[in-house]
């Protein structure tokens, strides 16, 4: 089984044993795989400190925006299935949708114009809305810009796919997740709820290094967006299905089509993108498949390459963000192995914190 040389093992020891410290995170867990398999799991720090649990790759952290994806995929599953058409307007197949002529797969690249989150200052108060009060108070969210015009990041469009995939589907959003896309792919340890082993979210405050329990959000209406935990192991597998598909889930085709560009979302540097319900991070010649996370207390990363079948996966439990500046050092490891060299632009890219957001 391929796996990464000693030197490469001890270069990524000093990165996240480095960018922990700089960062002051309370735990950090990276995980580096091939078509879905573990090649190394590296965890430090203490996941739980009231449980003093340590970190580890199979403790559930909170992932954040990292669950869109897979509420894209139930979407794609439908498309698959000829429930509904991947240019269908949103109001066909769900009533009461506000701009029900928006279409799915604008919604899916965050090219809809919607706004960004639910109507009300759902962060500021932290109080979510019910799956009934997401529809009832929908009709009041605005439509910023036509669709397919420009990208704009919304919450609130990924939250209306996933009521959609229940309206259609006939079953709770939480429940087609498990049961259509998590226990195929032998993702036990992945839900909306966390299970022990699991940890704490925190905030380091400044000058001290106090570090403060943040508060928990149950997302409601908008768990499509956001609401998920798993595991490090859990989204090694998840980051080899964006790579590959299954066929229990999606094929390979549909998958390839999911991971093409529709939209660039940094104008500057084209550095990036979004498909259908994926984030594409360019690093040099290589394009990385995935999305970041970040929920009070946590935040997630896991992407993957196409190309080569490489993969990464980042988790952590603090609010503070992570320094870019101490992950150039992956960039000049060393292997006889061509994995190292790939997983040094994919570390690069999955612990940049590209797009700084809730859920």
């Known amino acids: 089984m391929e796996s990464l040389s000693e030197r490469s093992r001890l270069k990524l020891r000093q990165l996240v044993l480095s960018t922990q410290s700089e960062s002051r995170l309370p735990s950090l867990v990276v995980t580096v795989a091939k078509?879905?398999?573990?090649?190394?799991?590296l965890a430090v720090g203490v996941s739980d400190f009231a449980g003093s649990v340590p970190a580890g790759s199979d403790v559930q952290y909170r992932i954040g925006s990292i669950t869109k994806t897979f509420t894209a995929v139930a979407v794609m599953q439908l498309v698959v299935a000829g429930r509904i058409g991947l240019h269908d307007p949103l109001g066909q197949h769900l009533p009461g949708a506000p701009h029900p002529g928006l279409p799915i797969s604008a919604l899916l690249s965050h090219t809809s114009g919607l706004q960004r989150e639910p109507v009300g200052e759902v962060w500021e108060t932290l109080a979510m809305p019910s799956r009934d009060d997401l529809l009832a108070n929908a009709g009041a969210a605005k439509a910023l810009y036509p669709p397919s015009s420009w990208w704009h990041y919304s919450n609130l469009g990924l939250a209306?796919?996933?009521e959609m995939v229940a309206q259609v589907s006939g079953m709770p959003w939480d429940r087609y997740i498990a049961e259509r896309v998590l226990v195929p792919l032998g993702m036990t340890r992945t839900g909306t709820n966390p299970q022990a082993p699991s940890a704490s979210g925190y905030s380091v405050l400044p000058y001290s290094?106090?570090?403060?329990?943040?508060?928990?959000v149950d997302l409601g209406g908008i768990s499509p967006a956001g609401q998920l935990w798993s595991t490090a192991t859990d989204l090694a597998k998840w980051t080899g299905f964006l790579i590959r598909g299954d066929p229990d889930v999606l094929d390979s085709e549909t998958i390839q089509l999911?991971?093409?560009?529709r939209a660039i979302a940094d104008?500057?540097?084209?550095t990036l993108a979004w498909g259908l319900g994926l984030m594409l991070l360019r690093q040099g010649d290589r394009i990385f498949v995935g999305h970041t996370g970040a929920m009070p207390g946590f935040l997630a990363a896991a992407f993957g390459s196409r190309v080569t079948g490489t993969g990464v996966v980042v988790l952590t439990n603090a609010s503070s963000a992570v320094r870019t500046g101490t992950l150039v050092a992956w960039l000049t490891i060393e292997s006889p192995t061509p994995v190292s060299r790939e997983l040094s632009r994919a570390a690069l890219a999955a612990l940049r914190d590209r797009v700084p957001v809730r859920a």
């Open 160 to 162: 209306l796919l996933g």
């Open 258 to 261: 999911m991971a093409a560009p």
């Open 209 to 216: 290094d106090e570090v403060v329990l943040e508060q928990s």
């Open 267 to 270: 104008l500057e540097h084209w």
């Open 35 to 41: 078509d879905g398999k573990v090649l190394d799991t």
